[in-house]
């Protein structure tokens, strides 16, 4: 029921078997045994890519085929509590994003500006619960790899202007999918990476080049009592462990490999 192809640091895990090794309960995420597995081209992100089909439904010669209405337009802005429409999601961070904050910080490939992290939607304030015309605002999350620092700025999108900045360190929020890419391609690069390449090789015949050819999930490492030393600034460097899967193909198991983005090092556990 479950195939492991046992090689240096990677395993090749169809379907479901790394979810039963408790893979799934460790990170908080579902790694599907047919989700993804006979993915045709559809959108990739960090769960994975996902299809969607309108099936046609057996009847008479003479059904016609149904028709799909299109979604509404969004708008430029939201009211209430609704989710962020992409237009303020990009107008906040243009607004967050100052010149200061850009020129002074480092994204995860070290290029000058901070890496985005992500955009959502502002708890309103305690006395502001029962308004109705209480502002909207949107926190704006950016990582600075330059000094290791969470950078979340709350912009008023009634007024258009910042109204906290806070600054933290060691908070690690989810890795974004720009920084998954990174650390794909840090691995794919670095002798730890041996057992990834050998093991992509075996299911596909083909040489692991790109993290372009990979659908690739990922959890934040910290580093516990005992790791080696490349590995013991996790938590307050950014790490991640990777889930790689073949697309079109099995989970690969590279659990015990970490990735810390912010000394651009490859480091193994355990």
């Known amino acids: 029921m479950r195939n492991i192809v046992h090689?240096?640091?990677g395993k090749v895990v169809a379907g479901a078997a790394i979810a039963v090794a408790g893979t799934a309960v460790m990170v908080?995420?579902?790694?599907?045994?047919?989700?993804?597995?006979?993915?045709?081209?559809?959108?990739?992100?960090?769960?994975?890519?996902?299809?969607?089909?309108v099936a046609g439904q057996?009847?008479?010669?003479?059904?016609?085929?149904?028709?799909v209405e299109e979604a509404p337009d969004e708008?430029?802005?939201?009211?209430g509590r609704d989710p962020l429409t992409d237009d303020e999601t990009e107008r906040v961070e243009r607004i967050a994003l100052n010149r200061q904050?850009?020129?002074?910080?480092?994204?995860?490939?070290?290029?000058?500006?901070?890496?985005?992290?992500?955009?959502?939607?502002?708890?309103?304030?305690?006395?502001?619960?029962?308004?109705?015309?209480?502002?909207?605002?949107?926190?704006?999350?950016?990582?600075?790899?330059?000094?290791?620092?969470?950078?979340?700025?709350?912009?008023?999108?009634?007024?258009?202007?910042?109204?906290?900045t806070d600054t933290q360190h060691g908070v690690q929020p989810p890795i974004s999918r720009d920084e998954m890419t990174e650390a794909a391609q840090l691995l794919i690069?670095?002798?730890?990476?041996?057992?990834?390449?050998?093991?992509?090789?075996?299911?596909?015949?083909?040489?692991l080049?790109?993290?372009?050819?990979?659908?690739?999930?990922?959890?934040?490492?910290?580093?516990?009592p005992g790791v080696p030393a490349v590995l013991a600034d996790c938590g307050t460097h950014r790490c991640v462990r990777l889930f790689p899967k073949v697309t079109n193909g099995p989970w690969i198991d590279s659990r015990d490999v970490i990735i810390?983005?912010?000394?651009?090092?490859?480091?193994?556990?355990g």
């Open 101 to 164: 904050l850009r020129l002074s910080s480092e994204d995860v490939e070290g290029e000058t500006g901070p890496q985005r992290i992500g955009v959502d939607l502002a708890e309103p304030a305690e006395d502001e619960l029962d308004d109705p015309n209480a502002p909207r605002r949107a926190e704006v999350r950016f990582y600075d790899y330059k000094d290791d620092t969470l950078v979340t700025r709350t912009v008023n999108l009634d007024t258009g202007k910042v109204e906290r």
């Open 209 to 224: 080049t790109s993290p372009g050819q990979l659908i690739l999930n990922s959890m934040v490492y910290r580093a516990i």
């Open 28 to 53: 908080g995420i579902t790694l599907p045994g047919t989700a993804g597995a006979d993915d045709s081209g559809g959108a990739k992100g960090s769960a994975g890519g996902q299809t969607s089909q």
């Open 75 to 79: 708008g430029e802005k939201g009211t």
């Open 189 to 207: 690069g670095d002798p730890l990476g041996a057992g990834l390449r050998a093991d992509y090789k075996d299911a596909t015949g083909k040489a």
């Open 7 to 9: 090689r240096h640091l």
């Open 58 to 67: 057996q009847g008479s010669a003479d059904v016609q085929p149904g028709v």
């Open 260 to 269: 810390d983005l912010s000394a651009r090092k490859v480091g193994k556990v």
